[in-house]
């Protein structure tokens, strides 16, 4: 009565593994995700690089640049969801069978007999992998200038997955591109959200930039010293631009002064010591932050308040600062 029964489960004693379709988005991008756990950086590669360039021995992630074999990249609702489809595929055969089973069953029945047993399936379906949704499209892509990789992200990233090679200058400018898109999203969120989630989430995002603008110039300038100088600087001395300059100016022979001015540079002053506020004092106004800002719009005691046009003024500096630099450097 179980002959189909019987040999599905034969068939599945002898499976090793299931093939899982992996869907893209509409651009044709894959989402892929950082193994590290203290990271799990987001990204996604396109999938036509993520075939022919990409290797299968080792992929980097644009973040941390955390190594590991291409097979350890999927995200972690890619993983849930292709146990949920093999699962689902194993159900399917067995209630294919089964049904196969009860069919033959009543077949088999004789009508004019006075005792009649039948099988009867209720239940189970066969399944259809439902496509996994994507996200958003990244509101960066970019590709590696070394191994032409495209790929993409929110944020910042600095690492090409597929060479692991780490671009200053290109990494600098497409990190101020999406920290200027990030300043811009505001109206976008009041038009979807409502207006305490839209104000919580346009908060979040202009405080994120102010701080992804100082690493971006940490970054830049790291990179630039150590190939001008062929030495490491101290750590984190340029999140401070009196030390940075300090540093700089026997090199270039100009100090950021030089470079942006005095006016501008005070400007920049005030944006790194609101960014110093956001990254250790959660934005709440001290002594030290009037003092070494100069800024008079603000008493101790006050929380800062960032705007999408003291965002953008901040990158636009920052710019200028980074780009005298790469020009002398």
Known sequence: MFENLQRELERLSRTTSISVPIESDADGYHDRECPATECMFSFKIHSDDWRDIVRD???????????????????????????????????????????????????????????????????????????LSAAKPMQLKTTCEGCNCRYSYI????????????????????????????????????????????????????????????TSFQRLCEQLYEAKTGAAAR????????AGSDLWEPIVKESYADMLGTADLGRLRIFFQQRHLLAHQQ?????????RSGDASYQVGQRLVVRDTGVL?????????????????
Not at 162 to 181: E, M, V, W, Y
Not at 235 to 242: G, H, P, T, Y
């Open 57 to 131: 021995e080792e992929v980097f992630c644009p973040s941390c640049r955390h190594a590991a074999p291409a097979k350890s990249w999927y995200t972690t609702e890619q993983v849930e969801q292709a146990k949920e489809y093999a699962l689902n595929k194993l159900k399917s055969g067995i209630n294919a069978a089964m049904r196969a089973d009860a069919d033959a069953s009543k077949r088999r029945q004789n009508r004019n007999s006075f005792i009649r047993i039948t099988l009867e399936v209720k239940g189970g379906h066969d399944t259809l992998l439902v496509p």
């Open 155 to 214: 944020g910042a990233a600095y690492f090409c997955p597929s060479c692991g090679k780490n671009s200053a200058t290109h990494t600098f400018t497409q990190t101020l591109a999406a920290i200027r898109t990030a300043a811009n999203l505001g109206p976008t969120l009041r038009q979807t959200l409502d207006v305490d989630a839209a104000e919580i989430m346009t908060r979040t995002l202009l405080e994120k930039a102010m701080q992804d603008t100082v």
């Open 235 to 242: 750590r984190n001395a340029f999140q401070s631009l009196d």
């Open 283 to 291: 934005g709440m106004v001290d002594s030290d932050y009037v003092q």
């Open 313 to 329: 003024q901040f990158a636009d500096l920052v710019e200028r600062l980074g780009a005298a630099l790469i020009a002398k450097v």
